[in-house]
């Protein structure tokens, strides 16, 4: 099962509802995911040179300020810190892999959801709509977002299962399907390097982006590549701090929709979470085609 919702602003129009949007159509996905929902979205850039972080820690009531003050003394200045449940961003003037590495020595009892300029992950089990008012989607402005709402059928049912996957800076993939190929694939990339938090298959997907945009590839080619190497049958949605982009695999037994307007681009599992957006009866509807990449980007 699973639903995947993407909301994408073509013009600033939308930018001050992208979490209100985002929140209505996770909503709409509740009973084709209600074990735990999650979104990435992407706003407030952080510094240049710095890293923004999306932290989750499962102690309730984690001092998060005195983490910040750690990592201003041992690592680099944090000069915004916000705590949303049971997440946090934190802006640090450092690289990530200094920061990685000294939370994963001193810290490990925080895990990092995800890593860049622009994105921020949150994540939890429960229902969307308990997970959608507990951090408080509506809120977030930006310029775009995805989100999820998961049914496990593989693996546990933990936050740290749950979607959006982020394995690259400001990269993250939501997933609707099943790969087969995952545990092969797993083994190939570590070998690359790249580095995975759990067993499932949607985070080897993601890994799987990063490597092949580490090796200089842009996203369409690397969603290209995809359609050859990962075997199963899915939908993906990929976020980027420029844009997002969506692909069904060829067979596409998976079902999708888009919609685009002049302000706007939508994307979902299914048309109901669309018709809830202002403007929707106005949208080109189409069904994304089997094995077709489907982008957009700001400049």
């Known amino acids: 099962m699973c639903g995947i919702v993407g909301f994408f602003t073509k013009t600033p129009v939308y ?25 990435a979205v992407y706003r407030n850039p952080g510094r240049r040179g710095g890293t923004k ?17 750690d990592l201003t003394v041992h690592v680099g200045h944090v000069s915004s810190l916000e705590v949303r449940a049971s997440h946090a961003v934190l802006d640090v003037a450092a690289e990530f892999s ?8 001193h810290h490990p009892e925080v895990r990092v959801m995800s890593a860049g300029t622009h994105i921020e992950i949150f994540k939890e089990k429960g229902l969307p709509g308990l997970v959608a008012g507990r951090f408080r989607f509506d809120e977030f402005a930006g310029t775009h977002a995805l989100g ?40 190939r990339l570590e070998r690359e390097s790249i580095e995975f938090q759990t067993d499932n298959d949607s985070e080897v997907a993601s890994g799987y982006l990063t490597w092949r945009l580490s090796q200089g590839a842009s996203l369409d080619e690397a969603l ?21 982009a969506v692909l069904r695999d060829p067979i596409a037994c998976k079902h999708a929709v888009l919609a685009e307007t002049d302000d ?23 069904e994304p085609a089997p094995g077709r990449i489907y982008s957009w980007a700001h400049a």
């Open 264 to 286: 706007w681009v939508a994307m979902a599992t299914e048309y109901r979470s669309i018709a809830v957006l202002p403007g929707a009866e106005d949208a080109r509807i189409w």
């Open 15 to 39: 930018q001050p509802r992208l979490g209100a949007c985002l929140s209505a159509m996770l909503i709409e996905m509740t009973d084709r995911g209600p074990d735990s929902a999650g979104v």
């Open 148 to 187: 999820h709402t998961r049914m496990a059928t593989e693996s546990a049912v933990t936050t740290e299962h749950s979607h959006p996957f982020s394995t690259g800076l400001d990269l993250c993939l939501v997933h609707n399907g099943s790969l087969s190929n995952h545990n092969r694939l797993r083994r």
């Open 98 to 105: 200094a920061v990685k590495d000294w939370l994963a020595a």
């Open 53 to 69: 972080l999306s932290l989750f820690s499962p102690v309730e009531g984690y001092d998060w300020s005195t983490l910040g003050s």
């Open 224 to 244: 290209e590549a995809a359609i050859a190497d990962l075997d199963g049958f899915y939908t993906f949605a990929v976020g980027t701090k420029e844009g997002f």
